[in-house]
């Protein structure tokens, strides 16, 4: 008489495991189609870097290991005298592009529907959640500048009273909203001070009247 509840606790059991090991399962396999995709697309972003990296795969795969040791050097000794011979070209067209577009994922992008809901700027009805949708980001030195589409009966005085909120929840200084269209406010995320750093300024000494004196 007891044995049929055992068998079927341990069937119960043996299923919550199984849909454990799935869920697991599914969600690495979305995770492993999430990195691909991103890391094709920076591929496609950055062919001056990829393109040496999938041309020393092929070298070691199909003249073996050493000419990939030798494709990579060299690719690594063309990226580094592009940098020392044309730096501003450089920066153009890798770092600042690199980082604009992960700080732009960084700061604002991953966070977004979490930060937007804990300072009281999204709306939820019967199980649904509506977020004010990201339109334009815009990653300077100093100052981020983010267009939000609001939602409908929003209005840029909302975002004003919680500017505080906002710049303490995405880590700036100051955040100073500014209305720039129908249904569209502009966040300026003010991250480092500008003025903080001395700026060194030429100075005419014959101009000024001023000798060197030996």
């Not at 959640?129 to 990201?134: A, I, K, T």
């Not at 005085?157 to 100073?176: K, N, Q, S, V, W």
């Amino acid at each position: 008489m007891t044995t049929q509840p055992a068998r079927h606790a341990r069937h119960t059991g043996d299923t919550d495991l199984a849909d454990l090991v799935l869920t697991a399962l599914g969600h690495l396999i979305i995770g492993l189609l999430a990195a691909a995709l991103v890391t094709a697309w920076w591929a496609l972003l950055f062919p001056m870097i990829s393109v040496p990296i999938a041309m020393a795969i092929a070298a070691a795969i199909l003249l073996g290991w050493p000419a990939g040791v030798v494709v990579t050097v060299a690719g690594i000794a063309l990226l580094v005298a592009w940098n020392l011979l044309w730096p501003n070209s450089f920066r153009r067209c890798i770092t600042a592009r690199a980082r604009t577009r992960f700080l732009r994922w960084f700061r604002y992008r991953r966070r977004w529907a979490r930060l937007m809901i804990a300072c009281k700027l999204a709306e939820g009805d019967a199980g649904a959640l509506y977020l004010p949708r990201l339109r334009t980001i815009d990653i300077g030195e100093h100052i981020d500048r983010v267009q939000v589409r609001m939602l409908p009966g929003q209005s840029p005085e909302d975002y004003h009273l919680r500017a505080i909120r906002l710049a303490h929840a995405f880590g700036a200084l100051e955040c100073r909203p500014i209305d720039v269209g129908p249904a569209v406010v502009e966040l300026v995320f003010r991250h480092r001070d500008s003025l903080a750093a001395p700026i060194p300024l030429p100075i005419d000494r014959t101009a000024l009247g001023w000798k060197d004196v030996a």
